[in-house]
């Protein structure tokens, strides 16, 4: 890819390591440097599945599966499976992603021994679970312009790199707000909350563009062998687990031009930064860098406007779990054990 798309003012010598300067050289690639027809007898035996989380996603998630399905299944033999994890919609989201010719499981009825653990992590968990593919390719169910270049340029470079074992995609985010567009205004929680902490304590990360992207890809043996945070501590989790376990060169960034998607609204983004604060105290606290006397809480006192003007005090319990390494849970049978 040609770096020089990432101006590197002279300042970001401060700010960036000379190992993560490289990193960006040489890990940063863009969608179009691979074509489906380039990339689809690059696959071998292997197998490529597609994962989408949806929760009442019914207005996007068909033309999502629609693309993937005549591009990449019909046109080109780029993926094998695509794979609509329903996530307690309240929607048609099922039958729209079905009728569009998606494989459609609820995200309670995957691995259901188990406990359901809840939110986005959980349907990512369960959908790796419920698919096959040696290569998994994650994308959000609510993007209004996704083009299948979003899963050629994330599976290129685990088809041309055996040494990259995760890629995330960037691209630049409009905020859209009704009639106004807000061309960088986008990631809210990615500029003011996953950034600055990305950079503080594991700044080999703060290459990124996106590290909250919620367009990835990765190969089964390694998603299979990390953890899940629930909610929306899934993917910072997924970060700063991979840099420590298999290292920065393993993996990458993919330049996938343009994302707009359905926002979430102020106090929903506040819950969704409590989650991701929450697995990065975690991840601290683990790595010994975190001393606290006691736990932080999780509740998240938030004050809503009620009827004539009145405040109402909404408490949310932010709390995360965890689901362990998928390859922890299967018997060698590939069966669940009994719930202990
Ligand atoms: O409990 C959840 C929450 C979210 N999602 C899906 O995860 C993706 C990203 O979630 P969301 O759009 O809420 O996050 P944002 O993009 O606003 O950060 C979307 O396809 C959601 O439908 C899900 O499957 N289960
Ligand atoms: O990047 C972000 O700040 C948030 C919110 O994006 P917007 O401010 O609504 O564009 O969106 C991402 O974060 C979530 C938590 O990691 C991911 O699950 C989403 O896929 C991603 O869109």
């Not at 043996?221 to 840099?243: A, C, K, M, R, W």
Request: glycine share 10%.
């Amino acid at each position: 890819m040609d770096t020089t798309r990432i101006g590197l003012d002279p300042n970001a010598e401060l700010a960036l390591s000379p190992r993560v300067r490289s990193w960006l050289r040489r890990r940063s690639s863009r969608a179009d440097d691979w074509t489906a027809a380039q990339l689809a007898p690059l696959k071998g035996s292997r197998t490529v599945s597609v994962v989408i989380p949806a929760r009442n996603e019914e207005e996007t998630v068909g033309q999502i599966v629609r693309t993937i399905r005549t591009t990449l299944v019909e046109d080109n033999p780029l993926v094998d499976e695509v794979l609509v994890v329903d996530s307690r919609s309240r929607d048609a989201t099922a039958r729209v992603a079905a009728e569009a010719g998606a494989r459609v499981v609820s995200q309670d009825d995957v691995l259901r021994p188990l406990p359901g653990m809840h939110g986005k992590g959980e349907a990512l968990w369960k959908g790796l679970a419920a698919t096959a593919g040696d290569l998994v390719v994650f994308v959000d169910g609510d993007l209004y312009d996704f083009t299948a270049g979003y899963v050629i340029g994330l599976l290129g470079p685990l088809l041309t790199d055996p040494e990259v074992d995760y890629v995330k995609g960037f691209y630049h985010r409009p905020l859209v707000n009704g009639s106004h567009t807000d061309a960088d205004g986008g990631g809210r929680v990615t500029e003011l909350v996953a950034r600055p902490l990305l950079n503080m304590y594991w700044p080999d990360l703060a290459g990124f563009v996106q590290p909250l992207a919620g367009e990835y890809a990765g190969r089964r043996e390694v998603l299979e062998s990390i953890p899940f945070v629930t909610h929306y501590g899934v993917e910072v989790g997924h970060l700063i687990d991979l840099l420590r376990w298999r290292g920065l060169d393993a993996l990458a960034q993919v330049d996938l031009g343009m994302r707009t998607h359905r926002h979430q609204g102020t106090q929903a983004l506040g819950r969704m930064s409590g989650q991701i604060m929450l697995t990065i105290m975690d991840r601290l606290d683990r790595s010994g860098r975190l001393v606290a006397q006691e736990a932080p809480s999780t509740l998240l006192a938030q004050f809503r406007r009620a009827a004539e003007g009145a405040r109402e005090l909404v408490v949310t319990d932010l709390a995360v779990q965890e689901r362990p390494p998928l390859r922890t849970v299967r018997t060698p049978a590939g069966q669940v054990p009994p719930c202990t």
